[in-house]
Structure formats: structure tokens, C-alpha cells
């Protein structure tokens, strides 16, 4: 039998840091070996108005670590009546992927989580066994390598949303044409202050004609 930490290997996922938010972008290529699953695989989540969180690895394992997610932010709000920091979420997570590798199983899939709380815009990257790491920028699945060869060369720390946003749609781009396992589309997410939006159709087009 395939394991299915090999079996569902693709995707490119982008976070970055900006001064004024937190840019998450995703290719929409869900494969299953060879096989393209899906041409519109979701793989950015929002979560709150001000928290989302990207996939890569086994589709239906993630969507439930975002259910979960989904449930005990909301939870949170009720019970501390202000949003869920975004550590905290990212917490929730690598508690949730690190109790399964101490059974033995872990979960195929890495995350970013990804928001703006009281305390500013944070981007957290989560590996398969629960491991927790803080970024300003990163990239996760089989087409990261390209991602990160903009990424590096591209990205600056401290520059507004507006500025960057076309750093990661080239660097999502850059990992579509280049890794068979990411492709199709894309979807772009900013939350800032002003909570969480998706790009549209027309902004990503005009971001890539940029």
C-alpha cells in the first residue's frame, strides 16, 4: 500500500510578512500520485476575519485540523470575547500534529497559519510532526523550492502588503510552471486590520501581467 505521506506530496503554499498584514497564497492542484485529483482544490482557509491557514499533504486529514481550528477559535471568542491570537491558534495545531506522532501516525500535512492580532501581522510554518516555527517568510509543498527561489531574491521585510503582493503571485506562479504536482490556478488571501479578504479573479490577472 502507498503511504500516504507519499501519496499526497504536491501543492505550493506562500506566506510572507508584511508591515501592514499577511499575504497567504496557494496553487489549486490537488494530485494523488500521478493523478491530478483536482484542478480547484481550496487550500487557503479562513478561519476568523483576522486568522487563515493554508494546507499542503493529505486533503481530508487537513480539512479536519481546520474544522477543529475553526471550532476552538470560535470557542475562544465566545469565552475570552476578543479573537484567538494567532500563536495561539498556531499552538492548536501543533498540539493536534504532535499527539499524533506520539501515536505513531503522523498526520501528511504541513500548514501555515497565518494572521493579525493585537500584537501585529505573524506567520507560523508547521511540519508534519507538530514542529513550530515562526517565519517572516515561507513556502511549504513539493513546489516550495521554486517558490523560495523568488521568495529569497524578491522579498523584503517591512514593506506593506501592497508591494509584496506581486512577489508572491510570481512565486506561486514560479512553482506552477516548474513542479508537475502544483498548477492550474491560484488563490491569494491579505488579512490586515481591516480582516480577511481573497483577491478576485481580475486582481490576480493584473497582479501577473505586473
Do not use: W
Not at 12 to 29: A, K
Not at 151 to 158: A, C, N, V
Amino acid at each position: 500500500m502507498t503511504n500516504e505521506l507519499e501519496m499526497f506530496k504536491g501543492t505550493t503554499t506562500v506566506g510572507v510578512v508584511c508591515s501592514d498584514g499577511v499575504i497567504l497564497g496557494t496553487d489549486t492542484r490537488a494530485t494523488a500520485g500521478n493523478y491530478v485529483a483536482s484542478k480547484r482544490a481550496k487550500k487557503v482557509y479562513r478561519i476568523t476575519n483576522r486568522l487563515a491557514m493554508t494546507i499542503a499533504g493529505g486533503v481530508a486529514v487537513a480539512q479536519r485540523v481546520v474544522e477543529i481550528l475553526k471550532v476552538n477559535a470560535r470557542l475562544y471568542e465566545l469565552e475570552k470575547g476578543r479573537p484567538m491570537p494567532v500563536k495561539s491558534a498556531a499552538n492548536l495545531v501543533s498540539s493536534i500534529l504532535f499527539q499524533n506522532r506520539e501515536a505513531g501516525m503522523p498526520l501528511p500535512m504541513q500548514a501555515i497559519v497565518g494572521g493579525f492580532d493585537d500584537t501585529g501581522p505573524h506567520v507560523f510554518n508547521l511540519d508534519p510532526f507538530g514542529s513550530l516555527i515562526e517565519e517572516k517568510m515561507v513556502s511549504t509543498g513539493s513546489g516550495s523550492p521554486f517558490a523560495y527561489g523568488v521568495l529569497e531574491q524578491m522579498y523584503k521585510e517591512d514593506k506593506p502588503v501592497a508591494e509584496m503582493l506581486p512577489v508572491v503571485v510570481k512565486a506561486v506562479d514560479s512553482a506552477m510552471k516548474r513542479d508537475i504536482a502544483s498548477g492550474n490556478n491560484f488563490d491569494v488571501a491579505v488579512i490586515d486590520r481591516a480582516g480577511f479578504r481573497e483577491l478576485s479573479s481580475e486582481e490576480k490577472e493584473a497582479l501577473l501581467k505586473s
